[in-house]
Every structure is written in C-alpha cells, then in structure tokens.
T-cell receptor, first 114, second 115 residues
Framework: AQTVTQSQPEMSVQEAETVTLSCTYDTSESDYYLFWYKQPPSRQMILVIR??????QNATENRFSVNFQKAAKSFSLKISDSQLGDAAMYFCAYSFSNTGKLIFGQGTTLQVKP | DVKVTQSSRYLVKRTGEKVFLECVQD?????MFWYRQDPGLGLRLIYF???????EKGDIPEGYSVSREKKERFSLILESASTNQTSMYLC??????????????FGEGSRLTVL
C-alpha cells in the first residue's frame, strides 16, 4: 500500500530565510504525481506545487521549489524568502494516477517568525 | 475561481444523532471526495464519487455513507454519530480532465463535535 510520511510535525523559520519541509513516500508504481498543499489557519487548502514522477526536473513555483529524489522516494519542499503569509500547515500528497485520489502525509505546521 | 462550499463550518451534535454534511461545487467537476482531518494523522479518505449516483469507499468508510444525486452536490451522512467521529471534514472536487494530475479543490471544512 502506498504511504506518505512527513516526519516534522512542526517547523519554524525566520522571515526572509529559507526552510525545507521533508516528505517521503512508499509506492511500487512508476508513474505517479506528488503534491504539496498549504492549509492556512481557518482557510481552505490550496495547491502549492506539483511534480510528475516521470519528469527529472524539479518543479518550481516562484519562491517554492521541490527536491524530488525518485530512487530515494523523497519529495521535499523548499520555501525561499519566507513570508509571514507562508505560515500554515503543509501537506505532502501522492496520487497514483487515473483515480483522482490523493494519499496525504501527516502534515507539517510551519511558523514564520518576524 | 473554483468554489467548493461546505454547508456548515461548525456543528455540535449528540451521540446517536444523524448528521448531514453538505458540499457543493460550482465548476462542473466529475469527481468529489470526502476526507477526514485529524491531528497527527493528516487527511484520510472516507468516500469518493466519480459521477452522479456513483460512490466508492475510501480508506475509512465505516460509520459513514454518502449521497450524490446531482453532479454538483456530494453529501456525507453519519447515520448515528459517535464521539470518535469528532473531527474536521473536508470536501474536495476535481475535474476528470485533470484526473491524471490529481489536483483537488477543497472546501473550507466542517468541524464536527459529537458530545
């Protein structure tokens, strides 16, 4: 069975600094998608970034980038130039294609200190 | 913008009550999902639906049922609420066109407390 593990329940970063959130997953599939979702306090969850497993190039969205290590089954999120608005819970998720179903990790709460 | 609306942000119910959680999306999405979010456990899939009147069990369907009579509406039903169903419930939808990428659009959540 596929699983997603986020081993950091909480992280903190100073404003303007860089932080990396970790995620590992387990799957026997070769074709899949990985996601990072952001859930701000009392607000709805939104997609931050997506990575297709067949792509070797790491995805980037403005200040957000991933380090995708397929062999190691690792998918970390790097947030550069952290802003107060980045404070949220972040979920790593996996999709084994053609189903629309996502498997989520436990979540990491990110605190941004001014 | 995609909008997924959950009918109640906060509910307090008593053990044994029947509870309805309603979810409506306005983007003509084929797929709809109900997740449960608990601290330290992340999101767990309860039920999902790929089309009207279709439903499939997720990872934790026990104690829940669903209804999808219209494409835009997906309801989660707790036939007899129990205290261990106290949780945050998240509804999500996605387009079949985006199925291979799996991007979900979420509602704001319904926080249910069962006393």
């Amino acid at each position: 069975a596929q699983t997603v593990t986020q081993s950091q329940p909480e992280m903190s970063v100073q404003e303007a600094e860089t932080v990396t959130l970790s995620c590992t997953y387990d799957t026997s599939e070769s074709d899949y998608y990985l996601f990072w979702y952001k859930q701000p306090p009392s607000r709805q969850m939104i997609l931050v970034i997506r990575q297709e497993a067949y792509k070797q190039q790491n995805a980037t969205e403005n200040r957000f980038s991933v380090n995708f290590q397929k062999a190691a089954k690792s998918f970390s999120l790097k947030i550069s130039d952290s802003q107060l608005g980045d404070a949220a819970m972040y979920f790593c998720a996996y999709s084994f294609s053609n189903t629309g179903k996502l498997i989520f990790g436990q979540g990491t709460t990110l605190q941004v200190k001014p | 913008d995609v909008k997924v609306t959950q009918s109640s942000r906060y509910l307090v119910k008593r053990t044994g009550e029947k509870v309805f959680l309603e979810c409506v999306q306005d983007m003509d999405h084929e797929n709809m999902f109900w997740y449960r979010q608990d601290p330290g456990l992340g999101l767990r899939l309860i039920y999902f639906s790929y089309d009207v009147k279709m439903k499939e069990k997720g990872d934790i369907p026990e104690g829940y049922s669903v209804s999808r009579e219209k494409k835009e509406r997906f309801s989660l039903i707790l036939e007899s609420a129990s205290t261990n169903q106290t949780s945050m419930y998240l509804c999500a939808s996605s387009s079949r066109l985006a199925e291979n990428t799996g991007e979900l659009f979420f509602g704001e959540g319904s926080r249910l407390t069962v006393l």
